[in-house]
């Protein structure tokens, strides 16, 4: 199994028309967002306008979390909707949108026939997950607090900011979380399908 941890000090933020936005996790690792190449992409962005433009992304199926904050989302000839923490949407990259309010969003960008799912897990004690070979890809964004993870005998401290991104190649595998506090984290699952 191949992992990664990824560390915040080693984030770079962007700018948007909206506000900053900070890659945490792009495949394959040489891909380049603007040329739009990725498979997959995992970021935050913070909504810093009270009314935002989303940068249009054709071929690029997107879901989007709220972290903090709340906004009125709405896709033009489609529908609106209000989501608040931990809420999500999901769309095409290809429809016009528009975003009302400020707050700090998590997103999850796949292209072809990739597909992906995000949740929002609150952790006050231990909890274990176990990884399927089915699923590509397992990301761990800790939002708040921090975690141990153990698995494989090996023992990994992943802190407020960081994600660590799990690869399984072809047995499941069980994986021990243990936050030292109250943690957030956001678990992404993402599949290639042939």
Not at 127 to 147: H, P
Request: hydrophobic content about 35%; charged content about 25%.
């Amino acid at each position: 199994m191949k992992i990664e941890h990824i560390k915040v000090s080693d984030l770079i933020s962007n700018n948007w028309s909206g506000g900053t936005t900070t890659q945490l996790a792009i495949y394959p690792k040489d891909s380049d967002y603007k040329k739009r190449n990725f498979l997959f992409r995992i970021s935050t962005a913070s909504v810093e306008s009270e009314e935002s433009v989303f940068t249009k992304l054709p071929g690029v199926s997107r879901k989007l979390m709220i972290l903090n904050g709340e906004i009125k989302i709405e896709h033009k000839d489609h529908y609106s909707k209000t989501i608040k923490k931990f809420e999500q949407d999901e769309f095409s990259g290809d429809w016009e949108t528009k975003s009302y309010g400020k707050a700090t969003d998590f997103n999850l960008m796949t292209t072809g026939s990739v597909t992906g799912d995000i949740e929002a897990i609150t952790l006050v004690k231990s909890k274990t997950f176990t990884l399927n070979k089915l699923v590509n890809c397992y990301g761990f964004y800790i939002y708040s607090g921090s975690i141990e993870l153990f698995i494989n005998n090996k023992t990994f401290v992943v802190n407020k900011g960081d994600s660590i991104l799990f690869f399984p190649e072809d047995s499941e595998t069980e994986i021990e979380i243990l936050p030292t506090a109250k943690c957030e984290l956001i678990k992404s699952e993402i599949k290639f399908i042939n």
